[in-house]
């Protein structure tokens, strides 16, 4: 349990409980002194529920960041629209304008939907921690969202974006260790950037990967990704000079630190386009496309979830739904009286 963060004995008493449940303009000398008290109520809010994140949920960094983020456009509007709510007085009326407004702005069902999640487990968290009576999340239903199913590359674009790749030069040898490590074993993104050199065990042909809420699991590696690894490993990497503190990571940039998230989204686009390929291709198409070539071949759905380190097997489903369009093509396209 997180420590409660008491307010200071001096600061002003401001009666939030007999306030009715609706924001409302105050008058200009009131206003500041309350707005400053509103502010420091979700600072420390926050403050907690992102502890609670980080220590209790075993959530990355990243998960986190996104979390924090979602509650901050929530404050974000209710201070563009003067409304000085605090957690407390934050209504369901209040939350629906707020996931219209959301919609002005531009964004779809998809992104509302995850923005009113990460408000729900604030909400979740200061209702468990008894900062809060009531949850003004519990009646609110998410926009409704169709099931889009994932981009995926075909193997033949799979081997354009390898044969894309210039091995002649040592930036090249590495993004091809990176492709096929991405398409052997389905990182996410996260993972590969995470990849340790003593998570590597090339004579069982498995690497350990830390995966969301610090999971662990071990992921199969094929013949050619452990090939062109150990290109990389052994003609390139190991000449760089590395910085302190990433002597253990794999994939590394010319002045010897972790690639970034957005450099390998970087290359992956630059490689697409020069390989003429049309789709939007990130990290994230290697990890369906992994998924959806092991389905099609035949593997067990229970096998790839725990590739894929997938906590419910319902995540891993939308992946059969891929492999019944790729039966219904090939029924189109070789059966007689299709």
């Known amino acids: 349990m997180l420590l409660r963060i008491l307010p200071d004995p001096n600061t002003p008493k401001v009666s939030l409980k007999k306030a009715p449940h609706s924001a409302r303009l105050l008058d200009s000398s009131s206003h500041l002194s309350l707005l400053t008290f509103i502010l420091l109520n979700w600072s420390v809010s926050l403050k907690q529920f ?12 990243n998960s986190v960041e996104a979390y924090v983020r979602d509650v901050g456009k929530l404050r974000q509007y209710l201070e563009i629209s003067k409304l000085p709510a605090n957690p407390e007085q934050v209504t ?34 200061l209702i468990m921690e008894d900062l809060l009576l009531l949850d003004p999340t519990d ?19 799979i081997t354009q974006l390898l044969d894309a790749v210039d091995v002649s030069t040592n930036e090249g040898t590495r993004n091809r260790a990176i492709l096929e490590v991405l398409y052997s074993s389905g990182l996410r993104v996260t993972e590969l950037t995470e990849l340790r050199l003593s998570n590597l065990y090339a004579d069982q042909g498995f690497v350990r990967v830390t995966g969301k809420g610090n999971k662990e699991r071990l992921v199969p590696i094929g013949r050619d990704a452990l090939k062109h690894l150990n290109i990389y490993l052994t003609g390139v990497r190991c000449h760089l000079d590395i910085e302190r503190g990433h002597e253990d990571i794999v994939f590394l940039n010319r002045r010897g630190t972790k690639l970034s998230r957005v450099m390998i989204f970087n290359i992956i686009k630059a490689l697409a386009d020069k390989a003429g390929i049309r789709k939007t291709v990130s990290p994230h198409t290697f990890r369906h496309s992994f998924a959806t070539h092991l389905i099609e071949g035949g593997a067990d759905l229970r096998a790839v979830q725990e590739m894929l380190g997938h906590e419910s097997i319902t995540t891993t489903e939308i992946y059969t739904h891929l492999d019944r369009d790729y039966l219904k093509q090939v029924i189109t396209e070789f059966h007689p009286r299709s």
Do not use: V
């Open 92 to 125: 369901t009326r209040i939350l629906r304008d707020f996931l219209a407004w959301l919609g002005e702005l531009g964004l779809g069902a998809t992104s509302q939907a995850r923005t009113l999640s990460g408000i729900k487990a604030f909400y979740s968290f």
């Open 50 to 61: 992102e502890g609670y994140l980080q220590l209790e949920k075993s959530l990355s960094g």
């Open 139 to 157: 009646t609110l239903e998410a926009p409704k969202i169709g099931r889009k199913l994932p981009d995926t590359l075909a193997y033949e674009e």
